[in-house]
C-alpha cells in the first residue's frame, strides 16, 4: 500500500478514494485491538476535518407498523412490538418537538409488498397537526415507487433501505422472507427521487471481512447516503439465534473506522448491540456526528431509563437521553445541537 494512514486526510476529503485492496489491508492489520489504534486515529482525524466538533440529536418513533415479514429474521424479535395507536402518532411527535427535536425517524415493522398506504398515512397525521419536522421512514424494502412519490409530495426528506449484509447467502439464510433485492431497489428509487439515504450494516452474522468491504463499497455507489448505522449482533431471547455469540466490541469498531475512510462524508451512527458504554469507542474510531438523543416508542421502558422517561398515555413513552449522552459528550468537548448542518464542513 502506497498511501500511509498519516496522509490520508487529503486525499479522501478531495475524493481520491480509497481503493478495495487498501481497505482489506488496513482492516486486517487492525484485526488486532492493539494494533488498530492507527487506524482509529485517521478515521478519527478524518471526521473532525469534515464534521468539527458538533454532534446533530435526532429522535425515533417506533413501532409505527407491525413487523409482518414471515418467515421471520432468525435474530430479530421486532415482530412482537406493540404498534403506536395511529391517534397517537401526532401526539408523541408533538411531544418530540416540544422539547426542540427538528428531525424524526418513523420506524416500521416491514413486510412481503409495499406498505405505502401505512406510512404515507402515519405522515399524514403527523402534518396534519402542524408539526413542522424533518422526517426519515425505516420500513425495510416495504415501499415502493409510488409510495415515494407521495411521500416527496408530504415533504419526507430521507428513506432508510437497510441492506443488513451484501452477502447474499447469509441475508437468505437468516432473513429468510426478506428480500435483499427489494432493499437494495429501494436504494437507488429513493436516490433517484432525491431522498437523503440512510442504511444500517450489521456485523456478527457471520460475514467475512471481504463481504463487510464490500458492503461498504456498494453503499459509496449511492451519492445520495447520508447516514450509515452499523449494529452489533447481539443474540434474543426466543429467536433461532439465541445461542449464537454477540458480535466482538473490537470487529464493530474497526468496521465504523473502516467506513469512515471509505465514507468520509457519511454520518456514522450508533445502532442495534451497541448500548451507551461504547460511545467512546464509536467516537476514537471515527464515528459521528449524529445521534438519537431521545425517542418514543410503546416498549416500557428498562430500569436504567425509567427516570428519563416521560409517559405519554396509552402506554407510549417518550425517553430523553441526553443527561446520559452529555455525560460523555461534553468531557470530549463536542457540542450536541438539534440543528441540522447539512454539509460537512
Known amino acids: 500500500m502506497e498511501r500511509t494512514l498519516d496522509s490520508l486526510d487529503e486525499d479522501l476529503l478531495n475524493d481520491r478514494a480509497l481503493t478495495r485492496d487498501e481497505a482489506l489491508v488496513l482492516y486486517a492489520a487492525a484485526a488486532d485491538p492493539d494494533a488498530a489504534e492507527p487506524l482509529f486515529g485517521a478515521a478519527a482525524r478524518l471526521r473532525d476535518r469534515g464534521f468539527g ?22 435474530y430479530c424479535d421486532w415482530w412482537r412490538a406493540r404498534v403506536i395507536q ?5 401526539a408523541g411527535a408533538a411531544a418530540l418537538s416540544a422539547r426542540g427535536v427538528r428531525r424524526v425517524l418513523l420506524v416500521g415493522g416491514s413486510r412481503d409488498g409495499d406498505y405505502d398506504d401505512g406510512v404515507v398515512d402515519a405522515v399524514e397525521r403527523i402534518r396534519a397537526d402542524g408539526l413542522d419536522l424533518d422526517i426519515e421512514i425505516n420500513v425495510g424494502g416495504s ?3 409510488a409510495g415515494l412519490d407521495r411521500l416527496r409530495a408530504l415533504g419526507v426528506v430521507g ?5 443488513e449484509t451484501v452477502n447474499a447467502a447469509i441475508f437468505a439464510r437468516h432473513k429468510p422472507g426478506d428480500s435483499l433485492a427489494a432493499r437494495r431497489r429501494l436504494l437507488a428509487d429513493a ?7 440512510r442504511s444500517i450494516m450489521m456485523i456478527g452474522l457471520g460475514e467475512a471481512d471481504a463481504d463487510r468491504i464490500d458492503h461498504l463499497l456498494e453503499l459509496r455507489t449511492h451519492a445520495g447516503l447520508r447516514h450509515l448505522m452499523i449494529s452489533r449482533f447481539s443474540p434474543r431471547a426466543d429467536t433461532p439465534l ?3 455469540e454477540v458480535a466482538a466490541l473490537h470487529d464493530w469498531a474497526r468496521t465504523v473506522a473502516i467506513a469512515r475512510l471509505l465514507l468520509p462524508r457519511v454520518r456514522i451512527g450508533l445502532a442495534g448491540g451497541v448500548d451507551l458504554a461504547a460511545l467512546p469507542l464509536w467516537h476514537r474510531a471515527g464515528g459521528g456526528n449524529q445521534l438519537f438523543a431521545m425517542g418514543v416508542h410503546t416498549a416500557e421502558p428498562p430500569p436504567e431509563l425509567r427516570d428519563l422517561a416521560q409517559p405519554l398515555g396509552d402506554r407510549l413513552y417518550l425517553v430523553d437521553r441526553r443527561p446520559l449522552l452529555e455525560a460523555f459528550l461534553n468531557g470530549a468537548g463536542l457540542r450536541p445541537s438539534f440543528a441540522d448542518a447539512q454539509d460537512c464542513r
Open 53 to 74: 466538533k458538533g454532534v446533530h440529536y435526532m429522535a425515533t418513533m417506533a413501532p409505527i407498523l407491525a413487523c409482518a415479514i414471515k418467515p421471520r429474521c432468525e
Open 86 to 90: 395511529r391517534g397517537r402518532l401526532a
Open 143 to 145: 415501499l415502493g415507487a
Open 159 to 163: 428513506v432508510t433501505a437497510s441492506l
Open 191 to 197: 436516490q433517484q427521487r432525491g431522498f437523503e439515504l
Open 242 to 244: 439465541a445461542e449464537r
